[in-house]
């Protein structure tokens, strides 16, 4: 295919993936508005005063930038591992397996998909956040450039899951018994220095509270852990996860037998 | 010399289970024909077809398309092929429109041609009132034409319909007959799988025959046809008949009080047969095939080449 039958393939997935998403906003956009608003009134409103000081900030300043990070990982992994899995459910996959699409445009579709799924998201809650505490960016380059990230690393792994995945089950598995886990242990709640010396350790082990802090570093200023280092991380997870996929779409058994 | 439409040398199959779907097909399609893959369930048809556009990874073989080698530019190949698979495979929440419209970007398609494409296929189709509904809504035989729209939207050199008018109706199957009649007329490629074997003999030029993996029969559906060494056919009568019509040389039964069956070999002539019934003053008001002289010889073929395959696993 040439460079312009490349680009209009690349939208149509885009928009197809966008106009997925926004069709059905009371199940992807409302939801996750609804259900971090929720958060904000109990642990920011009402227990947050309670709680007192974090970090040198009030627990719901505290708090935002982590559910912010929150419903981006969420929303950009469902997007992808759903809407993928859905067209291997329908065989509709084999519109596109047929067609002369690179699988490399096909990838980066469904990965912007999620990552305006994500950021849409991300938005909502950062909107809503404003009618609960004034929002500070200190660092706007590192802000945006994490959680842009962020969605990409989500969006691939989503799209890996929805791969493997044979059911429904499947893909609500790695959701509900990894990624929520590992989000909740993320440092969202809370900083990591008020765990004892062996559990931060242990929580170092994972990935996420790398992207929440060094979003909250964007925003607040402040991080437990090395800004630097969860770049290089995260990056490095995404050319990984981005070259397994590229894999998975050319050979995948799953997909084409 | 012209380029062979589709082009398949020693293709071999096997799927992880250890089955071998394919064991070495070889296949010619002329560009122009009208051609026919037949076979039992479970003989290689949607293999072999899934091979060609790539939903399944061969295990060996050569695949040419146009003379392309799709294991040296598969995507360029795919540019030449319009599948119709057997089974749905759409988006059930999307637009009818949509979903053509949405194929046509994935060749590549400007939005305007895409549009335009998109309202020519579905207005050719009978699809164009649906063009709004979601793709659930529609009926089957709606489904199948929806799927042909899809595949013919980048106007494809070479058109592959895997059973096209399984569970479809009669009128409907006819108008799908007209309209590949037509597209095939405009120089398309066409070939079909089918279970229907009066589409193949009424629609192809050509006819391939493949059982358990292997072609085992190649040729022109006339000459197909030719082989067929005996026929039955039916004589329905003016007059109420009591028995079977006596005619020397020729075997048969009575069906009923006005129409009995008459079995032809291949060196007969119905002249004889009418001849003789004249003389006894029977009046024939119609005659008919027994069954679809296809359908006998595929049988017959299928039949003959199980045996042949049970022998051989006897000898071994």
Same mark, same amino acid.
């Given at each position: 295919?040439?460079?312009?039958?490349?680009?209009? !393939?690349?939208?149509?997935?885009?928009?197809?993936?966008?106009?997925?998403?926004?069709?059905?906003?009371?199940?992807?956009?409302?939801?996750?508005?609804?259900?971090? #608003?929720?958060?904000?009134?109990?642990?920011?409103? /009402?227990?947050?005063?309670?709680?007192?000081?974090?970090?040198?900030?009030?627990?719901?300043?505290?708090?935002?930038?982590?559910?912010?990070?929150?419903?981006?990982?969420?929303?950009?992994?469902?997007?992808?591992?759903?809407?993928?899995?859905?067209?291997?459910?329908?065989?509709?996959?084999?519109?596109? /397996?047929?067609?002369?699409?690179?699988?490399?445009?096909?990838?980066?579709?469904?990965?912007?998909?999620?990552?305006?799924?994500?950021?849409?998201?991300?938005?909502?809650?950062?909107?809503?956040?404003?009618?609960?505490?004034?929002?500070?960016?200190?660092?706007?380059?590192?802000?945006?450039?994490?959680?842009?990230?962020? #969605?990409?690393?989500?969006?691939?792994?989503? @799209?890996?899951?929805?791969?493997?995945?044979?059911?429904?089950?499947?893909?609500?598995?790695?959701?509900?018994?990894?990624?929520?886990?590992?989000?909740?242990?993320?440092?969202? @709640?809370?900083?990591?220095?008020?765990?004892?010396?062996?559990?931060?350790?242990?929580?170092?082990?994972?990935?996420?509270?790398?992207?929440?802090?060094?979003?909250?570093?964007?925003?607040?200023?402040?991080?437990?852990?090395?800004?630097?280092?969860?770049?290089?991380?995260?990056?490095?997870?995404?050319?990984? /996860?981005?070259?397994?996929?590229?894999?998975?779409?050319?050979? !995948?058994?799953?997909?084409?037998? | 010399?012209?380029?062979?439409?589709?082009?398949?040398?020693?293709?071999?199959?096997?799927?992880?289970?250890? @089955?071998?779907?394919?064991?070495?097909?070889?296949?010619?399609?002329?560009?122009?024909?009208?051609?026919?893959?037949?076979?039992?369930?479970?003989?290689?048809?949607?293999?072999?077809?899934?091979?060609?556009?790539?939903?399944?990874?061969?295990?060996?073989?050569?695949?040419?398309?146009?003379?392309?080698?799709?294991?040296?530019?598969?995507?360029?190949?795919?540019?030449?092929?319009?599948?119709?698979?057997?089974?749905?495979?759409?988006?059930?929440?999307?637009?009818?429109?949509?979903?053509?419209?949405?194929?046509?970007?994935?060749?590549?398609?400007?939005?305007?041609?895409?549009?335009?494409?998109?309202?020519?296929?579905?207005?050719?189709?009978?699809?164009?009132?649906?063009?709004?509904?979601?793709?659930?809504?529609?009926?089957?035989?709606?489904?199948?034409?929806?799927?042909? #729209?899809?595949?013919?939207?980048?106007?494809?050199?070479?058109?592959?319909?895997?059973?096209?008018?399984?569970?479809?109706?009669?009128?409907?199957?006819?108008?799908?007959?007209?309209?590949?009649?037509?597209?095939?007329?405009?120089?398309?490629?066409?070939?079909?799988?089918?279970?229907?074997?009066?589409? !193949?003999?009424?629609?192809?030029?050509?006819? #391939?025959?493949?059982?358990?993996?292997?072609?085992?029969?190649?040729?022109?559906?006339?000459?197909?046809?030719?082989?067929?060494?005996?026929?039955?056919?039916?004589?329905?009568?003016?007059?109420?008949?009591?028995?079977?019509?006596?005619?020397?040389?020729?075997?048969?039964?009575?069906?009923?009080?006005?129409?009995?069956?008459?079995?032809?070999?291949?060196?007969?002539?119905?002249?004889?047969?009418?001849?003789?019934?004249?003389?006894?003053?029977?009046?024939?008001?119609?005659?008919?095939?027994?069954?679809?002289?296809?359908?006998?010889?595929?049988?017959?073929?299928?039949?003959?080449?199980?045996?042949?395959?049970?022998?051989?696993?006897?000898?071994?």
């Amino acid at each position: 295919m040439s460079f312009q039958e490349q680009r209009i !393939a690349f939208t149509t997935i885009v928009v197809k993936e966008v106009r997925r998403f926004t069709r059905i906003w009371l199940q992807t956009l409302l939801p996750p508005a609804i259900t971090i #608003a929720l958060y904000f009134v109990i642990f920011g409103t /009402l227990i947050g005063p309670r709680i007192g000081e974090m970090s040198g900030f009030s627990y719901i300043e505290f708090v935002v930038p982590g559910l912010i990070m929150m419903s981006v990982i969420t929303n950009s992994y469902s997007n992808v591992v759903s809407s993928f899995y859905g067209t291997k459910f329908q065989r509709s996959v084999e519109e596109l /397996l047929v067609s002369p699409v690179p699988n490399y445009i096909i990838l980066t579709g469904y990965v912007v998909g999620g990552v305006a799924r994500g950021l849409a998201v991300g938005l909502i809650v950062t909107c809503l956040s404003l009618f609960f505490t004034d929002l500070q960016v200190s660092h706007v380059v590192i802000t945006v450039a994490i959680v842009f990230l962020t #969605a990409v690393l989500f969006s691939l792994a989503g @799209f890996i899951n929805a791969v493997y995945a044979n059911s429904f089950d499947d893909i609500s598995i790695v959701p509900t018994f990894v990624l929520t886990p590992l989000t909740y242990l993320g440092g969202v @709640f809370y900083s990591i220095s008020m765990l004892p010396e062996f559990w931060q350790g242990v929580s170092q082990a994972n990935p996420i509270l790398y992207m929440v802090n060094t979003f909250r570093y964007g925003l607040l200023g402040v991080s437990d852990i090395n800004v630097a280092w969860a770049f290089t991380m995260v990056i490095g997870f995404c050319i990984l /996860l981005y070259s397994y996929s590229l894999y998975l779409l050319g050979h !995948a058994k799953k997909l084409r037998n | 010399m012209t380029t062979a439409a589709l082009s398949i040398r020693n293709l071999h199959k096997q799927y992880d289970n250890g @089955f071998k779907a394919l064991k070495g097909v070889d296949l010619e399609v002329q560009p122009g024909d009208f051609f026919a893959l037949l076979g039992p369930n479970g003989a290689g048809k949607s293999t072999t077809i899934s091979v060609i556009c790539s939903l399944v990874q061969k295990t060996s073989g050569d695949v040419r398309i146009f003379d392309i080698d799709i294991d040296q530019n598969f995507s360029l190949a795919k540019r030449e092929i319009g599948v119709v698979p057997q089974e749905f495979n759409f988006n059930q929440f999307e637009k009818v429109f949509d979903i053509v419209r949405t194929q046509a970007g994935y060749f590549g398609l400007p939005a305007s041609l895409a549009e335009e494409r998109t309202e020519k296929y579905l207005k050719q189709l009978g699809l164009w009132d649906k063009r709004d509904q979601a793709s659930r809504m529609l009926s089957g035989g709606m489904k199948r034409r929806l799927m042909i #729209a899809r595949a013919l939207v980048h106007e494809p050199k070479l058109l592959i319909l895997d059973e096209p008018t399984a569970g479809v109706d009669i009128e409907l199957r006819r108008s799908m007959w007209q309209f590949l009649k037509e597209i095939n007329a405009r120089g398309t490629t066409i070939i079909l799988t089918t279970h229907y074997l009066e589409e !193949a003999e009424s629609l192809c030029r050509n006819v #391939a025959i493949i059982d358990r993996g292997k072609i085992v029969q190649n040729t022109s559906t006339r000459e197909l046809l030719r082989k067929l060494s005996r026929e039955v056919f039916i004589f329905d009568t003016k007059e109420e008949i009591d028995d079977l019509p006596s005619i020397a040389g020729y075997s048969g039964q009575l069906i009923d009080s006005h129409s009995f069956e008459v079995e032809v070999e291949k060196n007969q002539s119905l002249n004889e047969i009418f001849t003789t019934l004249t003389e006894q003053n029977i009046h024939v008001v119609s005659m008919r095939n027994k069954a679809n002289r296809l359908e006998e010889l595929f049988v017959s073929m299928v039949e003959s080449h199980g045996n042949e395959s049970v022998g051989e696993k006897g000898k071994s």
